[in-house]
Nanobody, 112 residues
Framework: QVQLVESGGGLVQPGGSLRLSCRAS????????MAWHRQAPGKQRELVAS???????NYADSVKGRFTISRDNGKTAIYLQMNNLKPDDTAVYYC??????WGQGTQVTVSS
């Protein structure tokens, strides 16, 4: 069984920053890639950013230049540095580990 534990969400004003963390444990095997997804109210879950075992990153167009995904040297934790946050970034953010392993989600609210 795989456990993914996220932290770091919260309430922030537009233009502010937050850093999300996710740590994987349990029967994780060899991790090839991890990702962050988000789901806003009334919308489908969408990919925000991913990082491969080799460090290759991929971002949704809506967050390019503002968000940065990274991972620790042990490759069992990932982070999402979110800068210049906008109200449209408000969502529940989920950590994802292939295949079909999801964290419990952490709420990010961007509001003045």
């Amino acid at each position: 069984q795989v456990q993914l534990v996220e932290s770091g969400g919260g309430l922030v004003q537009p233009g502010g920053s937050l850093r999300l963390s996710c740590r994987a444990s349990g029967n994780i095997g060899t991790i090839t890639a991890m990702a962050w997804h988000r789901q806003a109210p009334g919308k489908q879950r969408e990919l925000v950013a991913s990082i491969s075992s080799g460090g290759r990153t991929n971002y949704a167009d809506s967050v390019k230049g503002r968000f940065t995904i990274s991972r620790d040297n042990g490759k069992t934790a990932i982070y999402l540095q979110m800068n210049n946050l906008k109200p449209d970034d408000t969502a529940v953010y989920y950590c994802y580990l292939p295949f079909n392993n999801w964290g419990q989600g952490t709420q990010v609210t961007v509001s003045s």
